[in-house]
């Protein structure tokens, strides 16, 4: 089958290589990206996923992890310490893993902690561990880099295994009559580019998507920051193998150590700050930084993610927020269950709408499932300011929240309380954020061993 992706950037080359690496000699895949839009990184975080990709963990794609960290200036994520989120002054970690009955319902490694050390219970992880200790563990860490890079050095990869690549922009696309499929892309110059199927990764312009008349589903009740400020800072500091997620006076700042710099961003609601006030808040608490650039977005997802012969990937799909590093993330989920459940040699075994149906659903209970997971981080009580207010005023919450909020008054979350699809946030991710806001408390603990008749 011939598949156009258009749109590089790390999602664009990530579906690339994936189709070629899984299904070898079967496609004919082309990139159309233009390289007139790189632009400087200012830092990115990743998951576990990401790592598991690295790996070859879905199917081997040949990577080596060393040279992957010195070309994309990359460091490693052991979790992400959370600063300010509950009240300034405040600060927790939550590393990626979970502890080794993080699994079970409940989960009692973590409950016997709780009552034993509630302030240290990430040390009952490998990671946490590892963070305390400043060692580095054998497996579960993840990464930082700068994401340009990233998509520079996934473009060489599938390039050298046979996927072909076109420097231009798209200007134009052209459906059928009905709408329902595309037909053909045209770039600046009037060239046509014809395909048996396209993945669109163009970002927020969403080129594709917008010409099939895929509409967007927005978030902005439950996550209502819109705006980013991006920008660097010199590695003027002891460097930790997490991400910093530092609450601020309408949203938060993200810091990322990569080999180079800091990379920092200014997430927030032009609802309760403008972006004159925002940028004076940004050059008083971090010194003047070097400012990047600022940009605009509506989270939320597209309300379908595959119509006919299209397939919408990476920011042209879904922007939550960057809270949680979950971009490249739900790419890659996002991709591995085209890529190994719906991907046929052919474009009539391929665009089935019984696939296009349960692809959909799937895809949009991850991202709902995240989305609810993202509004929790928020619901620590802080009242200082009145973007803080609305956040904990119960607005922004889904049923979903509320009922996790509920199991918190007298026990702990388990997955039969959250019942994850694989890529959606786990029980475990979930306690170390409520521990860190206070939502679980040593009695929680003690009333779910005693529930089962452990012994504490």
């Known amino acids: 089958m011939k598949i156009i992706v258009v749109g590089g950037g790390t999602a664009g080359w990530i579906a690339a290589l994936s189709i070629v690496k899984a299904q070898p000699g079967v496609h004919d895949v082309t990139v159309i990206e233009s390289k007139k839009i790189g632009i400087i990184g200012a830092g990115e975080g990743s998951t576990g996923i990401f790592t598991d990709f690295l790996m070859g963990t879905f199917f081997p794609i040949g990577i080596d992890i060393g040279d992957f960290i010195e070309k994309t200036n990359a460091t490693l994520k052991y979790g992400i310490q959370h600063v300010n989120w509950s009240e300034i002054g405040s600060s927790y970690f939550a590393p990626l893993d979970g502890t080794s009955t993080s699994h079970l319902s409940p989960d009692v490694q973590l409950c016997k902690s709780i009552i034993k050390n509630k302030q240290k219970t990430y040390l009952e992880t490998q990671l ?15 990464f930082h880099f700068d994401a340009f890079k990233v998509g520079e050095y996934f473009s060489q990869i599938a390039i050298s295994c046979g996927v072909k690549h076109i420097d231009t922009e798209i200007f134009g696309v052209k459906t059928d009559s009905s709408g329902s499929e595309i037909l053909s892309v045209i770039d600046k110059d009037n060239n046509v580019y014809t395909a048996d199927f396209f993945i ?27 705006s980013a400020i991006a920008f660097q800072k010199p590695l003027d500091e002891t460097v930790i193998p997490a991400t910093s997620a530092i609450a601020m006076d309408a949203g938060w700042t993200w810091k990322i150590p990569t080999a180079e710099r800091f990379g920092m961003g200014y997430v927030y609601s032009d609802q309760f700050i403008n972006d004159d006030q925002a940028l004076q ?17 509506t989270s939320g997802r597209s309300e379908v993610f595959w119509k006919g012969n299209c397939l919408s990937l990476g920011l042209a799909s879904v922007f939550l927020e960057p809270l949680e590093a979950t971009s490249i993330h739900t790419t890659i989920i996002q991709t591995m269950m085209f890529v190994m459940e719906h991907l046929q040699p052919t474009k009539q075994r391929t665009v089935n709408e019984y696939r296009i149906q349960q692809y959909n659903n799937s895809v949009i209970e991850l991202q709902d499932s995240i989305r609810d997971f993202l509004v929790v981080h928020y619901l620590g009580g802080r009242n200082d300011t009145e ?62 061993l005693s529930k089962y008749n452990l012994l504490y």
């Open 281 to 297: 808040e940004v050059a008083e608490k971090f010194n003047n930084p070097n400012i990047i650039r600022k940009f605009k977005f």
């Open 387 to 448: 973007f803080w207010r609305y956040m904990n005023s119960g607005s922004p919450n889904t049923d979903r929240v509320n009922y996790v909020l509920d199991v918190c008054k007298d026990s702990v979350v388990s997955n039969l309380t959250i019942q994850p699809m694989y890529g959606s946030p786990a029980a475990s991710l979930y306690n170390w954020i409520l521990l860190g806001l206070d939502k679980i408390s040593e009695v929680n603990a003690k009333n779910v």
């Open 128 to 142: 946490g561990h590892a963070f305390e200790n400043k060692y580095v563990p054998k497996s579960g860490f993840s």
């Open 200 to 226: 669109e990764c163009t970002g927020f312009a969403r080129s594709l998507s917008g010409a099939l008349g895929m509409k967007w589903h927005s978030y902005t009740n439950n996550l209502p920051v819109n």
